[in-house]
């Protein structure tokens, strides 16, 4: 298992977070730029949830969205996975920042279960934070 936590402020509100990461749409495809189209499926949606299939030519994975936006918590649990096995997630914690903006903690657990999944992981603990916090950034300044 693999785990990475990183937290990151920026100027966006709690709201616009939230709806960044839970925007399943076209945009996704533009402001996550390690997700290609043809690895991108919505399964299904409703009030809270979304089952949605993402990745590119290096790993997919289709998750089990859920968020509530007054806890300031969007949850991805792996349901099915070319590299990631049960017990796999990504969740997302967020709260006003005390200088303006919001804070985002970000805690992503990797549970490999092919040998692609154990090399990616095995990388998480050295490169992990600091691409997947740079990714975020980059998501984030593309709302914004």
């Known amino acids: 298992m693999a785990e990475v936590h990183f937290v990151l402020t920026t ?8 709806r960044t990461l839970t925007d399943f749409g076209d945009r996704r ?4 730029g390690n ?16 089952d949605v299939t993402e990745g590119n030519a290096l790993a997919w994975e289709r998750s089990r969205y859920d968020w ?17 096995g049960a017990g796999s997630r990504w969740e997302y914690r967020w709260h006003p920042h005390a200088g303006g903006g919001t804070e985002i903690e970000v805690t992503v657990v990797r549970n490999p279960k092919t040998l692609r999944g154990r090399l990616i992981a095995l990388g998480l603990p050295l ?5 997947l916090k740079r990714d975020l950034e980059k998501v984030l300044r593309r709302t914004g």
């Open 68 to 84: 509530d936006e007054v806890a300031g918590l969007v949850t991805v649990k792996t349901l099915e996975s070319d590299s990631w």
């Open 35 to 50: 997700i290609d189209r043809a690895h991108f499926q919505v399964h299904g949606q409703g009030p809270g949830w979304a």
């Open 127 to 131: 490169l992990g934070r600091r691409v």
């Open 11 to 18: 100027d966006l509100p709690g709201s616009a977070v939230m």
């Open 29 to 32: 495809l533009e402001r996550f």
